[in-house]
C-alpha cells in the first residue's frame, strides 16, 4: 500500500488528538503530583471518552442539516438570477463565471453578491421605468394645456418583463425631448410675465391683475402649475406689445412737457426747490422708451402733475418775466456796487421793462443776456478782489490819519480827564497805521497797473480811476509833509532865538546862584532835561502848525519857572542848545508822521 496523505480535516483531527495527549500528560502530572487514587483517574478518563463521543455526534448531525440548506439555497438563487437576466435583457453578470465549482459555500458565496447586485439593478431599473414614463405623461399634459393632471408616481405602469436597457432609452429621449420643449415654454412664459411686472411697474399699473386676466395659473399666488400651451404664449405676447406702446405714447408725452418746463424754469428763473418737484420729469429728456424701468416713472398721475405745471407757469410766465429781469438787474447793481464797479445805464434797463410789458422782446435772449453780464461782473469782481481789500486797508488807514491830525491839533489832549488815556492809545495805534500807508500805496499801485495791463482797461473805483485816486493822494500827502516840516523848522528856529535872548539878558545874583547851584545837583541836570522837554514838545506837536510858536512859548516858560528863574550861563551852553536843536531838525527832515 502507497502512503496515505490525510485531508485538512484529518489533520485538524490528528491536531486535536495531539493536544489532547499533551493536555492528558499535563492532567497525570497534576495528579501524580497530588496522588490521585488509579481508579478515580480511570473515571475521569472515561467520562472524558464519552462527552467528546457526544459532542462528535452533534456537529455530525447540525453539519448534514446545513449541508441540505445550502443545496436549496444555491438552486434558488442560481434560478432566480437567471430570471433577472432575462428581465433585464443582459446575457450575463460581469465578472462572474458561467460554471460554478468548489464546495457548496464556495458556490453559494460566488452567486449571493451577484444576485444581490441583479436586484438592485432590477428595483434600480423599474424605478428608472416608472419615473421616465410619469414625466413623460406628467409633460404631455402641461403641454397640451391640461389643467389636471394626477401625477402620482404609483399610477404609472411598467411592464416588467422588458426592463432593458435599450427600452429605457428609448423612454428617456422622449423625455428629454418633451423637457426640452417644456423648458422653451416656460422661458417664453417668465420672460412674458417679467415684461409686463416691468411695464406695469412703469405705468403704475396692476401687473397681477393684467397676469391674471391673461390666464389664472399664471398668477403665483393660485398655486397651481402654469399653462404653457400655445394660445397662452400668443395672449402674453399680444399683451407685451400693447403694454410697450402705451410706455412709447407716454414717454413722448412727458419728452413734451419736460421740454416745456425746462424752458419756462430758464426763462423765470425758477427756484431750485420747485425744479426739485419735478426733476423726475427732466430725467426722463436724455432717455429712450428702452431705458425707462424705474417704478412708477411713467404714471398717469406724473404726466397729470406735469401738465398742470405747465399750465400753470404759462399764466405766470407774462407777469413774472418783469419780476425777474428786476432780480436780475439787482443782483447785477449788487456785485457791481459791493466791488464799486461800473454799474449799467438806467436808460438802458428802463427800454428793457418797456419791451416786455410790451410782450415784443424774445424772453430767453433776455435771460441769456443778462446772465452773461453777471457772469462777466462776478469774474471781474473776483480778480478785484485783493487790490479791493487792500483799497478798504487804504481807506480805513486815511480815516485814522484825519482822526490823528485833528487829535495833533486839540490843545487838550494831555489833560487829566476821561477817556484820555484811550485816546492816547488810540493814537499810539494810528501812528503805526499812519506809518504803513506810503507802502500800502505803493502795493496798491503796482497791483493796479498789474490789472489794467492784464485787463486793458481802467481800473475804477466808484467811476473814477483808482490810479489817479493814489496818485492823486501821494500828491497832497507829500504838500502836506512839506507844510509840516516847514512849520517845525520855524517854530525851532523861533525857540532858539527866544532861548539865546533869555540867556544873554539874564543877571544871576549871589542868592540867585545858590538856587542854581541845587537846580544844577537835582533837577537840570547839565541842561539836558531841557533839552529832552524841547525835543518832546516837538513830537508832541505833530503836524499842528498854528499853535507851534505859542505853545513853543508857554514850554520855554514853563521851563524858566521850573528853574526859579536864576540859571547860571556856562560858556557852551549855548553851543550845546544849537547842536540838540539841531538834531531836533534833522529828526523831523524826513516824512513824519503824526
Keep these: 500500500m502507497g502512503s496515505f496523505q490525510a485531508p485538512p480535516g484529518m489533520r485538524s483531527s490528528a491536531l486535536l488528538e495531539t493536544s489532547c495527549g499533551y493536555l492528558l500528560q499535563e492532567l497525570q502530572m497534576i495528579w501524580n503530583e497530588v496522588g490521585e487514587d488509579q481508579s478515580e483517574r480511570e473515571k475521569v478518563l472515561l467520562e472524558l471518552e464519552q462527552e467528546c463521543l457526544e459532542v462528535y455526534r452533534r456537529k455530525v448531525d447540525r453539519a448534514n442539516m446545513s449541508r441540505a440548506r445550502l443545496h436549496q439555497e444555491l438552486a434558488e438563487s442560481e434560478a432566480e438570477f437567471t430570471h433577472l437576466l432575462l428581465s433585464l435583457g443582459e446575457r450575463s453578470l460581469p465578472g462572474r463565471p458561467e460554471k460554478m465549482s468548489g464546495t457548496i459555500k464556495q458556490q453559494l458565496d460566488s452567486i449571493t453578491p451577484a444576485l444581490r447586485e441583479m436586484r438592485l439593478r432590477k428595483e434600480e431599473r423599474v424605478n428608472q421605468f416608472r419615473a421616465v414614463q410619469g414625466q413623460i405623461q406628467k409633460i404631455s399634459a ?95 405676447n399680444s399683451t407685451v406689445e400693447s403694454l410697450q406702446e402705451e410706455k412709447q405714447k407716454r414717454l413722448e408725452k412727458l419728452h413734451q412737457l419736460g421740454k416745456a418746463l425746462k424752458n419756462l424754469w430758464s426763462l423765470m428763473d425758477t427756484s431750485y426747490g420747485d425744479r426739485y418737484l419735478f426733476s423726475h420729469v427732466i430725467d426722463q429728456l436724455s432717455v429712450s422708451s428702452a431705458e425707462v424701468s424705474d417704478p412708477g416713472s411713467l404714471t398717469l398721475d406724473i404726466i397729470q402733475q406735469a401738465e398742470a405745471e405747465v399750465k400753470r407757469l404759462d399764466q405766470l410766465k407774462a407777469s413774472k418775466m418783469k419780476e425777474l429781469f428786476l432780480k436780475k438787474q439787482n443782483e447785477l ?38 446772465d452773461e453780464q453777471i457772469s462777466r461782473a462776478k469774474e471781474e469782481a473776483s480778480s478785484r478782489k485783493s487790490i479791493m481789500e487792500k483799497v478798504e486797508k487804504w481807506i480805513l488807514a486815511r480815516d485814522e490819519e484825519r482822526w490823528l491830525e485833528e487829535y495833533s491839533m486839540d490843545e487838550n489832549r494831555y489833560s487829566v480827564s476821561r477817556g484820555a488815556h484811550r485816546n492816547l492809545r488810540r493814537a499810539e495805534r494810528a501812528r503805526v497805521t499812519v506809518n504803513k500807508i506810503p507802502a500800502l500805496v505803493d502795493s496798491l499801485i503796482a497791483k493796479t497797473k498789474s490789472w489794467e495791463e492784464e485787463r486793458r482797461k481802467v481800473f475804477l473805483y466808484d467811476e473814477v480811476p483808482l490810479l489817479a485816486m493814489l496818485e492823486e493822494y501821494n500828491l497832497s500827502r507829500q504838500e502836506r509833509e512839506e507844510e509840516k516840516q516847514r512849520q517845525r523848522i520855524k517854530k525851532v528856529q523861533s525857540q532858539v532865538v527866544v532861548e539865546q535872548q533869555n540867556f544873554t539878558t539874564s543877571r544871576p545874583s549871589t542868592s540867585n546862584r545858590r538856587l542854581s547851584n541845587k537846580s544844577l545837583n537835582g533837577g537840570f541836570g547839565n541842561a539836558s532835561p531841557l533839552n529832552r522837554r524841547l525835543s518832546l514838545s516837538i513830537q508832541q506837536l505833530g503836524s499842528n502848525g498854528k499853535n507851534s510858536v505859542s505853545l513853543g512859548t508857554s514850554f520855554i516858560k514853563e521851563g524858566k519857572k521850573e528853574q526859579g528863574k536864576r540859571i547860571f550861563p556856562r560858556p557852551n551852553f549855548t553851543s550845546q542848545l544849537r547842536d540838540d536843536t539841531a538834531s531836533v531838525v534833522s529828526t523831523f527832515s524826513g516824512p513824519l508822521s503824526p
Design 142 to 236: 402641461e403641454i397640451a394645456g391640461q389643467s389636471e393632471y394626477d401625477d402620482s408616481i404609483t399610477n404609472v405602469k411598467v411592464n416588467e418583463n422588458d426592463l432593458s436597457l435599450k427600452k429605457l432609452e428609448e423612454y428617456q429621449n422622449e423625455l428629454q425631448r418633451l423637457h426640452n420643449e417644456k423648458n422653451n415654454r416656460l422661458q417664453q412664459v417668465e420672460k412674458y410675465i417679467a415684461a409686463v411686472h416691468n411695464l406695469s411697474a412703469t405705468l403704475g399699473m396692476e401687473s397681477s391683475m393684467i397676469i391674471t386676466k391673461v390666464h389664472p395659473s399664471l398668477n403665483e399666488l393660485c398655486g397651481i402649475s402654469k399653462n404653457i400651451s400655445d394660445s397662452i404664449l400668443a395672449k402674453l
Design 333 to 370: 447793481e449788487e456785485i457791481c456796487n459791493k466791488s464799486h464797479m461800473e454799474i449799467p445805464s438806467r436808460s438802458e434797463m428802463e427800454n428793457i421793462l418797456n419791451l416786455i410789458n410790451t410782450g415784443e422782446i424774445d424772453y430767453a435772449e433776455l435771460l441769456m443776456s443778462i
